[in-house]
Antibody
Framework: QVQLVESGGGLVKPGGSLRISCAASGFMFSDYYMTWVRQAPGKGLEWVSHITSSGDIKVYADSVRGRFTISRDNAKNSLSLQMNSLRAEDTATYYC???????????WGQGALVTVSS | EIVMTQSPDTLSVSPGERATLFCRASQSVRSNLAWYQQKPGQAPRLLIHDASTRATGIPARFSGSGSGTEFTLTISSLQSEDFAVYYCQQYKKWPPLTFGGGTKVEIK
């Protein structure tokens, strides 16, 4: 069955960096676009970034462009999000999710909590 | 950016009753709309895509309707496991992909 498992969350100081990852299994990872969606504590969902199946196109929300970098390793069935210049407002649970046949998300990981605080 | 507005913020419903949730888009998204369910401490789960197509494994008591700017998610007979927060998401015009603020369905 499809599984997405995030890792790498934690506490980081403002201005710091963190890399979170998502290990995929149960499907042909290299065939699918992937995305990151975040959710601040007690708040709604916010799309962050997505990447095409080959990794050649990456798109970002305005709120993270220039600070976050999405990447994938199809040989390792892995998706990553490198987060630099972190701010308090980046505090959230970060979910990796798989695109369905269109731009909706049919499978989600359990989330990685990122806390930005001094 | 397309703004998605959900109503009501909270819906109090008794088990076995019908629940109707609304989602409005600031401009037409045609049928490019999905609904998700999120329970406390869990990831969202896809319920409906293309406004009215149930995702794999979703019970028939969940149905979606609408097109353009007005959408509805109906749960025909609420079960205990349906009490959760529900989000709509448009994918007609992006980036950015945008979600509604959510409707919490609680036990009356």
């Amino acid at each position: 069955q499809v599984q997405l498992v995030e890792s790498g969350g934690g506490l980081v100081k403002p201005g710091g960096s963190l890399r979170i990852s998502c290990a995929a299994s149960g499907f042909m990872f290299s065939d699918y676009y992937m995305t990151w969606v975040r959710q601040a504590p007690g708040k709604g969902l916010e799309w962050v970034s997505h990447i095409t199946s080959s990794g050649d196109i990456k798109v970002y929300a305005d709120s993270v462009r220039g600070r976050f970098t999405i990447s994938r390793d199809n040989a390792k069935n892995s998706l990553s999000l490198q987060m630099n210049s972190l701010r308090a407002e980046d505090t959230a649970t970060y979910y990796c999710a798989r695109w369905g046949y269109s731009v909706y998300f049919d499978y989600w990981g359990q989330g990685a909590l990122v806390t930005v605080s001094s | 950016e397309i703004v998605m507005t959900q109503s009501p913020d909270t819906l109090s419903v008794s088990p076995g009753e019908r629940a109707t949730l609304f989602c409005r888009a600031s401009q037409s998204v045609r049928s490019n709309l999905a609904w998700y369910q999120q329970k406390p401490g869990q990831a969202p789960r896809l319920l409906i895509h293309d406004a009215s197509t149930r995702a794999t494994g979703i019970p028939a008591r969940f149905s979606g309707s609408g097109s353009g700017t007005e959408f509805t998610l109906t749960i025909s007979s609420l079960q205990s496991e349906d009490f959760a927060v529900y989000y709509c998401q448009q994918y007609k015009k992006w980036p950015p992909l945008t979600f509604g603020g959510g409707t919490k369905v609680e036990i009356k």
